[in-house]
């Protein structure tokens, strides 16, 4: 795909894109290329998961993707966005109205409500709330009844599922989940994946997830595989057969 292509399918179908990233941590002989030359495009209303070996760069692409870190080199879009020419406080902005977040540890508030967990966005954003919106995306992932516990008194999945309310509520562009269900026994993930797998199918939501997990990946709509920071594969509609193989396959080059 030449630049171009990328820059126009990025003002219609693609939630986000990536145009040759590099990414180098550290100076010197120390230095980790983490990404070399990475191009990705992220299509709207689907489940895109990256999977790749340990020290692949997964994280870092979906940090630069989601706008939490800056590339070496590249250019990286959220929407028709160019996240590599705004300043850091246009990212800020942008992060909190476009970007939702799920992380393995869940990351919500331990003093706040679930309630109020879910709303932190909006009020960080200065926004109100959208009250048909939260109450489907609330009803939608069975937490009517615990909007008044805090983290502490809720499950793990019941934490991840306040957490995956979080991101919904401000009907973000793409919503970022990495590794979401690294914390929870096996029955609890699959109901997370389903919920993520929800999200895009009913709610027309746009999800990238890291993850380990071949048959976590095999819920995704199609996985982009990494291996040593560059693109090593890219299934669609994938079963966790394939995934598994591809893996193995990467394991051994
Ligand atoms: N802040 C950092 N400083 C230095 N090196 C880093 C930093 N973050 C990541 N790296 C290195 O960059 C490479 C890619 O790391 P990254 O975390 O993106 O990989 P990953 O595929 O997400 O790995 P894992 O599956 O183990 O989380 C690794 O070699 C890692 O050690």
Do not use: C
């Not at 070996?53 to 993707?65: D, I, N, Q, R």
């Not at 919920?195 to 996985?223: F, I, K």
């Amino acid at each position: 795909m030449t630049t171009t292509d990328v820059q126009r399918a990025a003002a219609t179908a693609l939630a986000a894109s990536a145009i040759d990233l590099t990414k180098t941590y550290g100076a010197g002989e120390t230095a980790v290329r983490a990404l070399d030359g990475v191009s990705v495009g992220v299509e709207a209303q689907r489940f895109t998961a990256i999977m790749g070996p340990s020290g692949s760069g997964k994280s870092t692409l979906m940090h630069l993707l989601a706008g939490l870190d800056t590339p070496t080199s590249g250019r990286v879009f959220l929407g028709d966005t160019e996240l590599t020419s705004l300043s850091d406080r246009q990212l800020t902005t942008l992060r909190r109205r476009a970007v939702g977040f799920v992380f393995q540890a869940f990351n919500l508030l331990p003093t706040l409500t679930a309630r109020q967990n879910i709303r932190l966005p909006l009020d960080l954003a200065g926004r109100g709330v959208d009250p048909g919106w939260e109450r489907s995306v609330v009803e939608g992932l069975g937490l009517a009844e615990r909007l008044g516990h805090r983290p502490g008194e809720l499950s793990g999945g019941q934490q991840q599922r306040v957490a995956l309310a979080r991101a919904l509520v401000t009907r973000p562009e793409v919503i970022f989940a990495d590794e979401p269900t690294g914390a929870l026994d096996s029955t609890t993930g699959a109901e997370v994946l389903a919920l993520l797998r929800r999200s895009v199918d009913e709610w027309g939501q746009t999800v990238v997830m890291v993850t380990h997990d071949a048959t976590a990946a095999a819920v995704a709509d199609r996985v982009v595989l990494l291996a040593d920071g560059q693109v090593a594969g890219d299934i669609v509609e994938p079963d966790a057969d394939d995934v598994l193989e591809a893996v193995r396959t990467l394991g051994r080059a």
